[in-house]
C-alpha cells in the first residue's frame, strides 16, 4: 500500500496561488494514477485533477481548468497541484488519492484506493 500526506494548504484571498503537494511513502509510486479532490463544507468530495502513473496525461474538472495545473514527480514519489486565480468557491479540503488499477486519475471519488489525510485551503474575497 501507500501513505500520502498533503501539505501547503492556507488561507489566501481570492486571485492569490497555492501550491499543494503530496508526498507518497510505501509501494513504488509510479503504480499509482494520482488525483485531487475536495470536500467543501456540506457538499460531497468532487474531482478536481488528474494525472497519469508516467504524467503524460493530465485530466481537470470543468471549474478548474485553465487554473489549476497538476504535476508528479516519480523521482520525488510527490504529486503537486499549482493553483492560480483562486475563487472563494475553491474553499475546501484538499485531498491527494492514489489508484493503481486506472490509467489516469478517476473523476469518481469511490474509485481511489488510497487518501491522504486532507490539506484546508480557504480563499478570502
Known amino acids: 500500500q501507500v501513505q500520502l500526506v498533503e501539505s501547503g494548504g492556507g488561507l489566501v484571498q481570492a486571485g492569490a496561488s497555492l501550491r499543494l503537494s503530496c508526498a507518497a511513502s510505501?509501494?513504488?509510486?509510479?503504480?499509482?494514477?494520482m488525483g485531487w479532490l475536495r470536500q467543501a463544507p456540506g457538499k460531497e468530495r468532487e474531482f478536481v485533477a488528474g494525472?497519469?502513473?508516467?504524467?503524460?496525461?493530465?485530466t481537470y474538472a470543468d471549474s478548474v481548468k485553465g487554473r489549476f495545473t497538476i504535476s508528479r514527480d516519480n523521482a520525488k514519489n510527490t504529486v503537486y497541484l499549482q493553483m492560480n486565480s483562486l475563487k472563494v468557491e475553491d474553499t475546501a479540503v484538499y485531498y491527494c488519492a492514489a489508484d493503481e488499477n486506472s490509467f489516469y486519475g478517476p473523476r469518481i471519488p469511490s474509485e481511489y484506493d488510497y487518501w491522504g489525510q486532507g490539506t484546508q485551503v480557504t480563499v478570502s474575497s
Open positions: 494525472i497519469s502513473k508516467n504524467g503524460a496525461i493530465t
Open positions: 510505501g509501494r513504488t509510486f509510479s503504480r499509482y494514477a
